[in-house]
């Protein structure tokens, strides 16, 4: 079973950046997407950024020029970089990558930013 872990969350004060990794437990084969949701306390889990295969990314319009999302293949690994980033961006971010037949959840990992 392919496991995805993420890593590089934290307590960042508003206008800082992080960079969170997403690290797949082995090569994943026949991947369509891969990105990156997050879900802020009580609030419904959302779609942040995608990478549709081969290198083809889309950000919520909420991220987009702030966030980018890309990847390392020899590391099995997807990288999402926050910059400018703001309260409203705190919550649990979770990696999500989908294949042809299924697709995979990470752990998540917290980011808080705050003012």
């Known amino acids: 079973q392919v496991q995805l872990v993420e890593s590089g969350g934290g307590l960042v004060q508003a206008g800082g950046s992080l960079r969170l990794s997403c690290a797949a437990s082995e090569t994943i084969s026949r991947v369509n997407s891969m990105g990156w949701y997050r879900q802020a306390p009580g609030q419904q889990r959302e779609w942040v950024a995608r990478?549709?295969?081969?290198?083809?990314?889309i950000y919520a319009d909420s991220v987009r020029g702030r966030f980018t999302i890309s990847r390392d293949n020899a590391k099995n690994t997807m990288y999402l970089q926050m910059n400018s980033l703001k309260p409203e961006d705190t919550g649990v971010y979770y990696c999500r990558v989908t294949t042809d037949l299924q697709g995979y959840w990470g752990q998540g990992t917290q980011v808080t930013v705050s003012s």
């Open positions: 990478i549709i295969t081969p290198v083809f990314t």
